[in-house]
């Protein structure tokens, strides 16, 4: 019996521990304030990004408190957002969700930034049936795994140079060639996101009958493309896609200069995180890159109006940018989600919330938003954008185009 | 994989275009490796820090860029600044793992890398930096092989470095110091030399070579804080292929190794550039094996 005690003893203070806790959750709505919970990356390799994410988020929560808040049953509810530092791990990520769920009581929850990450999370929100909203997490393992909670605003990463394609298809059949006729060239890192882009690519070339004549993988901790960009000096296809995060876009940008490579058309993803118009300014002229948002296009919605006037608001509340990254302009979209659900539903009740976001159907500066049944949203295109005279101009698709594409690329080495 | 090895038999000048990027960048490699056999041969501490000094001396020179100075000159600065941080943190960490076993140094080496990879993180935040040189690129035969003058400036100043050392190494008391130290410190404290001096200055010059490093990679590839570890691994099949105490053969197999990642990154693809230097090592390893089985000794 005696050795027993301290085990009582410990179920007895779990016991309590936990009433304790059931004590204090009650905070979705405190008062006249709605509260959303979020673990963000503000430390830790994400960091650059976690922090535009996150004020993204606060932008537009400032902005709808001011426009008459968030009305639900006739009432005026501000909303504040809950954070946490998930220190870009995604261990951490998952246990700050049960914190947020568990402990802080927190019924409606933004997503953290990057896919790894929103996978960690997802299982999570998902067992204790607390809708999520996300977005910075495009990776498309996110959306085949039959997640009910799980909602996000931006493009999955299969589209995002897949469009590419098409551009090259169309330009070929504009010059009198077949699209079947186009070679590519791939070099796509080794890491999920990398590979969903890459999958998205060959999907897109088997429809278009195109051939695959380099298919590279590249390393993690790439710094050195060059055997990969002989081939292609040798190989000469027509169409050269990349994509390794900043590293690759840094690295392939330096070295395509360097081999002096003349393939007429070059997509990248993360020019724009590689600073590639400002490193390389020659070298990037003519690169085609993809984008979730970009300030131009003219999508508009309430709340924030054109994506030019969010650019401006956000320029002016946070020092320091010189343009609005994507990752800002799709967290603001996400708040503009839950405001919109919350009010469609007219209730707090997660369940009647949850079918409210998945009927949700909307227009906003970031592009339009309706959700699939498995959670992404399939009414936004991704934009493909050519860096021309050291600007950014989107390209692609024809409609939501600002200037023509030039055709072939003409790099200044 | 056939097809590429055709295509290099078809246009043989992809070979020159392969051996010059893998040589130029592999005298880098040499540099690095240099700096680790010798802190290995003279104080027998593997560090595994190496490739995190260099990333260092990498964002010496991209500080100068932002500054707007030639990141050319931080060359000279790079290797003034780790020296004094080489020799700090062999007062504050070496000194006390040194007289201890292999594996309480291989933690604290570790632990060191660790540490260099978050605090550059913290600081210059986890995107690729570059310096940019501003140098041409030279056009051989008919512009059919490409070469970045920067990478022939790297050569030659790596070259000169390396000179140097050897000569410092010959002529000057510290020099035959650390090669007393490094035959038998036990015989070298005897006849007066100050092994604990010796050692603070071997680990600190190796800090200052891996700077040198640093800011000739960071104009020709790229740096990013956690990009350290490559090198450290280089710098181990380096030495371990070269042995300890033989430059010529350091030189040799950082050459070789640049060489041999730019043919396999062309025939298997890229992703088997890195596996390459790994397979390497372990060939290395295997082979050395049996050499001393040979000689009826184990490797140690």
Known sequence: MFHMKPIYAATAMAVSLGLGLAGTAAAKVEGDTIILGSAISLTGKYSTNGIHAQNGYELAVKRINETGGVVVGGKSYKLKVVYYDDESTPARGAQLAERLIQQDGVKFMLGPYSSGLTKAIAPVTEKYKIPMVEAEGASRSLFTQGYKYLFAVLSTSEQYLASSLSLAAQIAEKNGRKASDVRIAMAFENDPFSQDVRAGVMDDAKKLGMKIVIDDKLPRDLSDMSATLTKVKALKPDLLVVSGHSKGAATAARQLQELRIQTPIVAMTHCEAAQ????????????LCPTQWAESLSYKGEAFGTAGEYDKLFKATFAGYKSVPYQAAQAS????????????????????????????????????????????????????????????????????????????????? | ???????????????????????????????????????????????????????????????????GIHPILALPVAMVLMFGFGWLIYRLII????????????????????????????IFGPDVQIAESGFDILFLFGGQVTLAEIKLVALVLAGVLAAMIVFFMKTSRMGQAIRATAQNARAAKIMGINTDRVYAFTFAMNAAICGAAGVLISMIWVIQPFFGTSYSIRSFVIVTAAGLGNLPGVIVAGLGLGAAEQFSGFVLGAEFQQATVVGLLVLVLIIRQLQMRRQRRVVS
């Open chain 1, 276 to 287: 590639v118009t400002a490193k390389f300014e020659g070298a990037s002229e003519g690169l």
């Open chain 1, 333 to 413: 979209a996400a708040v503009l989600v839950w405001k919109d659900a919350l009010e469609r539903a007219n209730s707090f009740d997660t369940l009647k919330v949850r079918d409210a976001l998945s009927a949700t159907e909307m227009q906003t500066f970031y592009g339009n938003i309706k959700f699939s049944a498995a959670g992404n949203n399939t009414a936004k295109p991704m934009v493909l954008r050519q860096i021309q005279g050291g600007s950014y101009n989107v390209v692609a698709p024809a409609e939501w185009a600002s200037k023509e594409v030039v055709f072939p690329r003409n790099p200044n080495y």
């Open chain 2, 1 to 67: 994989m056939w097809d590429n090895i055709s295509l290099l038999i078809i246009a043989p000048l992809l070979n020159v275009q392969l051996l010059l990027d893998g040589v130029l960048i592999g005298a880098i490699f040499a540099l690095a490796a240099y700096g680790l056999a010798l802190v290995w041969g003279v104080t027998n501490v593997k560090n595994l820090a190496q490739g995190d000094l260099v990333i260092m001396g990498g964002y010496i020179a991209y500080v100068f860029t932002t500054l």
């Open chain 2, 95 to 122: 000194s006390h793992v040194i007289e201890r076993d292999l594996f309480t140094s291989l933690l604290a080496t570790f632990g060191l890398a660790l540490v260099i990879q978050q605090l550059l993180n913290l």
